[in-house]
């Protein structure tokens, strides 16, 4: 089983949609989460971090639920700009991050 | 941008040939993680190195080796390459040397062997 798993998507929204998607890991001693953002072959780069309590960034919420051991992303009216591939991310307190495969997002106009 | 950078951009070898990628981590930065990336999948760990030595590893063979140097840049050494080999290697630096620590990754060496 992997430690991350994400739907791969692709969500394709319109402009001014809200999409959300979840991932799921499998280490329940996971510590630290995140939600990493890779535009097309460029490297990833951190949206945000996620909180038990739960968290915003603008028009981005992330949620997490240790009892279900899965994480989400919602985004509020989606912009064009925000077509890209979001990463989940799952660290369990020591050296390394592991991965999801990425879910693809493509907001049209 | 992150201020890391990574040398060459792209690269083509064939196979059995060996590889070496660059990397430079962020001023202030002492900690340096790289990972391998496929197309269409997630980075996976290769190792990282905090303050020059190795501090962790993930699931890969011995023939990927590393160094980390006084200024803290460092480098990916791949031996004895394969077609699987093939993927986008990415650096990222980071302060203190944990995980949870935000890393800020550079812009990848994109390695082809054919």
């Known amino acids: 089983r992997k430690e991350v798993e994400q739907d791969p998507g692709p969500f394709n929204v319109p402009e001014g949609a809200t999409v959300a998607f979840n991932c799921t890991y499998s280490n329940s001693a996971s510590q630290s989460f995140f939600w990493y953002r890779q535009d097309c072959r460029k490297e990833p780069k951190l949206l945000m971090s996620?909180?038990?309590s739960g968290n915003e960034d603008g028009r981005f919420t992330a949620q997490l639920n240790r009892a279900s051991q899965y994480i989400s992303l919602l985004i509020r009216d989606s912009k064009l700009s925000d077509s890209a591939t979001y990463l989940c991310?799952?660290?369990?307190?020591?050296?390394?991050?592991?991965f999801g495969a990425g879910t693809t997002v493509t907001v049209r106009a | 941008e992150t201020g890391v950078t990574q040398s060459p951009t792209h690269l083509i070898k064939t196979r059995g040939q060996q590889v070496t990628l660059r990397c430079s981590s962020q001023s202030g930065h002492n900690t340096v993680s790289w990972y391998q990336q496929a197309l269409g999948q997630g980075p996976q760990f290769i190792f990282q190195?905090?303050?020059?030595?190795?501090?962790g590893r993930g699931n890969f063979p011995p023939r990927f080796s590393g160094l980390q140097f006084p200024n803290y840049s460092s480098e990916l050494n791949v031996n004895a390459l394969e077609l699987d080999d093939s993927a986008l290697y990415l650096c990222?630096?980071?302060?203190?040397?944990?995980?949870?620590?935000?890393?800020?990754f550079g812009p990848g060496t994109r390695l082809t062997v054919l």
């Open positions: 990222a630096s980071s302060a203190g040397g944990q995980a949870a620590d935000t890393q800020y």
């Open positions: 996620v909180y038990s």
């Open positions: 190195y905090y303050r020059e030595e190795e501090n």
């Open positions: 991310v799952v660290n369990k307190g020591d050296y390394k991050l592991s």
